[in-house]
C-alpha cells in the first residue's frame, strides 16, 4: 500500500542511488544502473514498513509463524512490490522522465534459483498470503548460488546448464553478518556427567557458520515479512603457509569445502556423495534456522518459558523434519531441558504438511549415513523411536509388522515422513482427496492412532499475483462488473456469477483472451524465435516431468491427431497449438525421453505440409515463473491429467482456472475440489478415479489388452515404432505394453479413448463459442476459493494459532 510516499521522494530516492552508488546523475545513468537503484529504492522502503511492522508485533507480543522449506520458487520480484506497494505507475512515469520503459527494466530482473516446482511455488505463494494478511511470519531457506539447472533443449535432449541468479539478483538480500550460527557435523559423540547433569561431548567434528541473508516480502496491506536464506561458510582460516609454499589449490580448498553446501538446488542424489549433500543441506537450513527463532526469541522475552506460546514452526514437506532432533538438541544439550519437557516444547511447536504419496518422495535415509554425519542427531532420534516403538507396542502388543511400518528406524532405514508425523501436533495434506489417501493408506496406522492430528487444508494461489498483475485487462473487467474488493477478499469474485449470461461480458472475455494470445504469441517469438499462431486453440500442460503427471498421455493424443489428419487431411480440424513446459531431473531417463518425443514430434509436423496448419507443439525450454506469467492467462485449455490418486493438489491448475481457462482432468488432487465449485457442466472429467485405479491394478491391470481393443490406441502406440523426425521411438512403445516388469505403470492406455473422447468434447463446446464464453467466466468467478488468502486463514486459525497484527 502507499503510504507516505510521492512521486517527488521517489525520484530523489532514485537520484541518491545513482550518485551515491554509481556516481552519475539520471541523465548519464545507462540501464544497468537504473536497474540496480531501483531495486535499492524498493528495498529501502520495504525495509522502513518491515521495521514498523517488527514494533508492532513486539508491542502486541503476537504468536510468529516460521515456515520451513527447501525451496521458494519466488519468481521476479520487482513488479510483484511495486503493485504491492501501490506505486508501480509512480514509477513508470519517473522512470519515463529518465529515458527508460519500466518494461524493459522488469525484464533485466533473473528468476531467482531458490525453487523448482509446485513446493517452492506454493511456499513464495504463502509468504505473499501471510504479509497481505498482516500475520507475522519468517520464512527460512537457502542461499543457493545456482538452481536447479538452465534447462536447453538440443536436437530433443534436455541438457543441463548452471542457472546463475545472483549476478542481477543479488540485489534484494540484505546480508546480516550479524546473525550468523555455528553449525557441527561429523565427529564423535560422548555423554559426561558434569555438576549432576548428563553433558554431551563433541569432538573430531567439522564446524561450518551459516550466514543469513535477508529478502523483504511485501504484501498487500501493511506487513512485510522476511525470507531468510542461509549461505554456508567454512570457518577454517586461510591457510597461508600452504599458498606461500605454492600450493595455491590446497590452501583454497581448505577454506572452500563448506560452500558446496548452498552451492545447488537439489544436488543430483543417485550416488552418496549427492545423498550425503542433501543431508548436510537438510541439516544446516534447519540448525541454522532453529538457532535464528531461538536466538530472536530470547531477545525479545529473555527465556524460552513462553516459546511454545509465541512459535509456530511448519515443516513444509520432509526435508526440513531434522528441526525435530535438532530442537531436542538445543532444549536438552544447551538448555539443560529434560527429555520430557523439551518433547512437550517439541509437539506442542511443530506442524506438518504432506505433499506427496509417492513412495521415492518419502525421504528416507541410510542409517549408517545419518549416523556417520549427525551422530548426535541419530542418537537422539534412535531414542524417539524407542520410545514410540514402546508405547506402540503397549498400543499394537505382538504387532510387529504394524509396529516396524510405523517405526523412525527400521530396517537400516530413517524414516522422515514417520519422524514428522510423530513430532507434529497437526498434520495435513493439500487437497481433500489427497487428506483422504494419507489416512487410508500411507499414514493410515498413525491415523487410527491419533486421529485427531490429521486434517486438511486445500492449497491455493497467490491470486493477486496471478490475476491483477499478471492478466491486468481481466482484473480492470471484473472490477468494472463487481468492484475491486476481490483484490483484498477473493471470495468475492462469486459476485460475477451473475453476469454468467451477459453476452456483453462474453463479448469483453473473449476479446481479452485474443488479446492475451497475442501478447503470449509475440513474447515467445522475441525469447526463442518461435511462432505460434494467436488464432489457434492454446492447449497447454506446464508442469514438472514426471510420469504421473502423464505428459505422455497427452502427446499420444497428439499423436493420435497427427495420424487421423494424415489419413483423412479433408477432415475438418480446428487448428491448436499444443504447449508444454517443465524440467525433468538429471537422473530421470524416462522423462527426459517424453521430452525428447515431444520435440521430435514437434520438428516432424513442422516438415509436414498436411498437418502443420492444423498442429502445432512447442516445448517451452527453462520454463519458469515469469514465462508462466504471460502463458497462464493467454491458456484456453489446462490439462492436469495425472493419474487419479497420484497428484496431491496442484496449483497450476489454479493459476489456468482464474485467467478463465477450462480444465480438462482427472479426478485428482485439486481438480476433485474445482468440479464441486463450477459444476460439472463447466468443467471436462475423464477416466478411472482413485478408487477405480485401485481396483484395476487388484484385479490385474494389462495394457495390452487396451492394445489389443481399441483400433485408436493401436495405431498411435505403433506410430511410435515408427517414430518421428527420423527417431524411433520403440522404447516408448515398449514401455506401454511390453516393457520388463509393469507396463504403462501409469495407466495411460487406461484412460487413453476416455481422454481422446473428452478432448474432443471439449473442441465443440471452444466452437460453440457463447457457451465457452459462460464457462469461462463461471471458473473465474469460482476460482476465489483456491486462493492462497483462504489457506493461510486455515492454517493459522485452526494449526497455527496466529493472529494478524494491524
Not at 551459516?210 to 523483504?216: E, R, T
Not at 563448506?258 to 542424489?269: E, G, M, N, R, T
Not at 514402546?390 to 510387529?400: A, E, S
Not at 460475477?496 to 494470445?517: Q, S
Request: hydrophobic share 40%.
Amino acid at each position: 500500500m502507499k503510504q507516505n510516499l510521492t512521486k517527488q521522494t521517489m525520484k530523489l530516492a532514485l537520484e541518491s542511488k545513482l550518485s551515491r552508488y554509481f556516481g552519475v546523475t539520471s541523465e548519464d545513468a545507462n540501464k544497468e544502473q537504473i536497474y540496480k537503484a531501483t531495486i535499492l529504492t524498493v528495498r529501502d522502503i520495504l525495509t522502513q514498513k518491515r521495521s514498523n511492522f517488527k514494533h508492532k508485533v513486539r508491542d502486541e507480543k503476537a504468536k510468529k509463524i516460521y515456515y520451513l522449506c527447501m525451496e521458494f520458487l519466488l519468481g521476479r520480484s520487482l513488479k510483484n512490490n511495486l503493485r504491492n506497494l501501490g506505486i508501480a505507475d509512480d514509477y513508470a512515469s519517473i522512470l519515463n522522465e529518465f529515458g527508460f520503459d519500466i518494461e524493459e527494466i522488469y525484464e533485466m530482473e533473473p528468476n531467482p534459483g531458490l525453487g523448482n516446482g509446485g513446493l517452492g511455488r506454493l511456499a513464495a505463494c504463502f509468504m505473499d498470503s501471510l504479509t497481505s494478511l498482516n500475520y507475522p511470519a519468517d520464512g527460512f531457506s537457502i542461499l543457493y548460488q545456482y538452481g536447479l539447472f538452465k534447462q536447453k533443449i538440443i536436437d530433443g535432449n534436455q541438457i543441463e546448464l548452471p542457472d546463475e541468479w545472483l549476478p542481477g539478483g543479488e540485489g534484494w538480500l540484505v546480508p546480516r553478518t550479524d546473525k550468523k550460527f555455528t553449525i557441527r557435523f561429523g565427529g564423535r559423540i560422548s555423554e559426561v556427567w558434569e555438576n549432576g547433569r548428563l553433558g554431551i561431548k563433541y569432538e573430531n567434528y567439522e564446524e561450518v557458520e551459516a550466514v543469513p541473508y535477508d529478502m523483504m516480502i511485501s504484501g498487500a496491506d501493511d506487513a512485510v515479512n522476511r525470507l531468510r536464506l542461509w549461505k554456508a561458510h567454512d570457518i577454517t582460516h586461510f591457510n597461508m603457509n600452504l599458498f606461500s609454499q605454492g600450493e595455491y589449490v590446497k590452501a583454497i580448498a581448505q577454506t572452500s569445502s563448506a560452500d558446496v553446501i548452498s552451492k545447488v538446488l537439489y544436488p543430483s542424489d543417485n550416488h552418496t556423495e549427492g545423498k550425503l549433500l542433501r543431508l548436510t543441506q537438510q541439516y544446516f537450513l534447519v540448525s541454522a534456522s532453529l538457532q535464528s527463532i531461538i536466538s530472536d526469541h530470547l531477545a525479545a522475552y529473555g527465556s524460552l518459558d513462553e516459546f511454545a506460546d509465541k512459535v509456530a514452526i511448519h515443516i513444509n514437506d520432509t526435508h526440513p523434519a531434522l528441526c525435530v532432533p535438532e530442537l531436542m538438541r538445543i532444549l536438552m544439550d544447551v538448555y539443560n531441558y529434560t527429555w520430557e519437557n523439551a518433547w512437550n516444547v517439541v509437539t506442542k511447536t511443530i506442524s506438518y504438511t504432506n505433499h506427496t504419496v509417492m513412495p521415492e518422495a518419502l525421504e528416507c535415509w541410510n542409517e549408517d549415513l545419518f549416523s556417520f554425519r549427525l551422530p548426535r542427531i541419530h542418537m537422539i532420534v534412535k531414542e524417539i523411536n524407542r520410545r514410540l516403538c514402546d508405547d506402540l507396542w503397549k498400543i499394537y502388543p505382538g504387532d510387529w509388522d504394524r509396529i516396524s511400518k510405523m517405526a523412525i528406524i527400521a530396517y537400516s532405514q530413517v524414516r522422515m515422513a514417520n519422524l514428522s508425523v510423530v513430532a507434529s501436533h497437526t498434520v495435513n495434506g493439500v487437497s481433500a482427496l489427497h487428506s483422504e489417501i494419507l489416512k487410508k493408506t500411507v499414514f493410515n496406522d498413525f491415523y487410527k492412532a491419533t486421529p485427531e492430528k490429521f486434517t486438511n487444508v486445500t492449497n491455493g494461489i497467490a491470486h493477486r499475483r496471478w490475476l491483477c498483475y499478471s492478466n491486468p485487462e481481466l482484473s480492470s473487467l471484473i472490477t468494472d462488473c463487481i468492484g475491486d474488493g476481490f483484490i483484498k477478499n477473493s471470495l468475492e469474485l462469486s459476485n460475477l456469477v451473475k453476469y454468467a449470461d451477459d453476452k456483453t461480458v462474453h463479448a469483453k472475455l473473449k476479446e481479452i483472451k485474443e488479446n492475451n494470445n497475442v501478447k503470449f504469441s509475440k513474447y515467445l517469438f522475441n525469447k526463442s524465435g518461435t511462432t505460434i499462431d494467436p488464432n489457434s486453440v492454446f492447449d497447454v500442460q506446464v508442469k514438472r516431468m514426471h510420469e504421473y503427471k502423464r505428459q505422455l498421455l497427452n502427446v499420444l493424443k497428439i499423436i493420435c491427431y497427427y495420424v487421423d489428419i494424415e489419413e483423412h487431411p479433408e477432415k475438418e480440424f480446428t487448428p491448436r497449438t499444443f504447449i508444454f513446459g517443465g524440467k525433468a531431473a538429471p537422473g530421470y531417463y524416462m522423462a527426459k525421453d517424453i521430452i525428447k518425443l515431444i520435440w521430435n514430434l514437434s520438428e516432424d509436423i513442422k516438415k509436414n505440409p498436411r498437418v502443420k496448419d492444423k498442429i502445432n507443439v512447442v516445448y517451452l525450454e527453462d520454463y519458469n515463473v515469469s514465462t508462466a506469467e504471460v502463458l497462464m492467462p493467454a491458456t484456453d485449455i489446462s490439462e492436469q491429467i495425472s493419474m487419479a490418486g497420484k497428484e496431491a493438489s496442484g496449483t497450476g491448475c489454479m493459476k489456468f482456472m482464474i485467467n478463465g481457462a477450462l480444465t480438462i482432468g482427472t479426478l485428482d488432487g485439486a481438480n476433485v475440489e474445482m468440479k464441486e465449485a463450477v459444476g460439472d457442466e463447466n468443467i471436462f472429467i475423464f477416466g478411472l478415479d482413485a478408487k477405480e485405479v485401485n481396483d484395476l491394478w487388484d484385479k490385474g491391470y494389462r495394457s495390452l489388452d487396451y492394445y489389443a481393443n481399441s483400433v485408436r490406441i493401436r495405431k498411435t502406440v505403433d506410430r511410435l515404432n515408427k517414430g518421428f523426425n527420423g527417431v524411433s521411438f520403440s522404447n516408448i512403445a515398449n514401455y506401454l505394453i511390453g516393457g520388463y516388469g509393469i507396463s504403462d505403470p501409469y495407466m495411460c492406455l487406461a484412460d487413453f479413448d476416455s481422454y481422446y473422447i473428452k478432448s474432443e468434447e471439449v473442441i465443440k463446446e471452444y466452437n460453440s463459442r457463447e457457451n465457452w464464453d459462460k464457462m469461462s467466466l463461471i471458473n473465474i468467478a469460482q476460482a476465489g476459493y483456491f486462493a492462497a488468502d483462504r489457506s493461510i486463514k486455515e492454517y493459522a486459525e485452526n494449526i497455527w494459532n496466529i493472529k494478524s497484527v494491524k
